[in-house]
């Protein structure tokens, strides 16, 4: 048996203290030989924790907040890359969002999992990047998530008008101002609308704005 094995050092860093606790069960009661910690959750001060308590693994969130025009949460995983690139990242992550998953896919994370998935996926994740093999995990539930995101890209699906159209949208423009901007009618512009969203498969206006920003449309 091997002698002295080193504790790996594993951080969650999420929102939902819930999550954290979810997170922290699930690697308890399937791995050992790890000391789990809870992190920050915004972006400064987890830098300041990691700094002053490096970590060998990193699982993570990143989160658009409509409310506090804070739509680009893609970033908090680019900062944490650019200065500690040694780390380890697992996100942990309920976004669905083709565009928004594409970018995240450009970043050097080790894993992506939805919290959609069960929890063996994340302990199947956790031991990937355990045993260094190269290349990304994905989990089940966004696997097909991913193929999506590397599908034609927006342009390609959307006619110019629509692509305008959802662009001055997520600028904080109503269909009546886009309307008189573009001298279309108020119907004409909502049917664009509708019809960019049945395309890239978008639910909500939420959705809509968080594609158009993380496609930087804007």
Not at 12 to 27: G, H, I, K, N, R
Not at 151 to 179: H, K
Not at 185 to 191: I, N, Q
Not at 197 to 202: A, F, G
Request: net charge positive.
């Amino acid at each position: 048996m091997p002698q002295n094995i080193r504790m790996l050092r594993v951080g969650v860093s999420d929102e939902s203290p819930f999550m954290v606790c979810a997170v922290e069960s699930t690697l308890a009661a399937e791995l050992t030989h790890h000391q789990i910690s809870a992190c920050p959750a915004d972006t400064g001060h987890l830098l300041i924790s990691l700094k002053e308590e490096p970590l060998d693994i990193l699982i993570t969130d990143f989160t658009f907040h409509l409310e506090r025009h804070d739509l680009n949460g893609v970033s908090k995983l680019e900062e944490i890359h650019r200065q500690l690139p040694r780390l380890a990242i697992i996100v942990l992550t309920a976004q669905t969002n083709p565009a928004i998953l594409k970018k995240v896919m450009k970043i050097p994370v080790n894993a992506i999992v939805s919290k959609r998935d069960d929890r063996r996926e994340l302990i199947k994740a956790f031991r990937w990047v355990c045993s260094a093999t190269h290349g990304t995990f994905y989990s089940e539930q966004v696997k097909p998530l991913t193929q999506a995101a590397l599908a034609e890209p927006v342009s390609a699906l959307l006619s110019p008008s629509e692509i305008e159209v959802i662009r001055l949208f997520a600028m904080g423009y109503s269909l009546m101002d886009i309307a008189k901007a573009r001298k279309r009618s108020v119907s004409t512009v909502a049917t664009q609308k509708y019809n960019a969203m049945r395309k890239l498969q978008l639910q909500s206006n939420a959705d809509l704005i968080k594609y158009v920003f993380a496609q930087e449309l804007i």
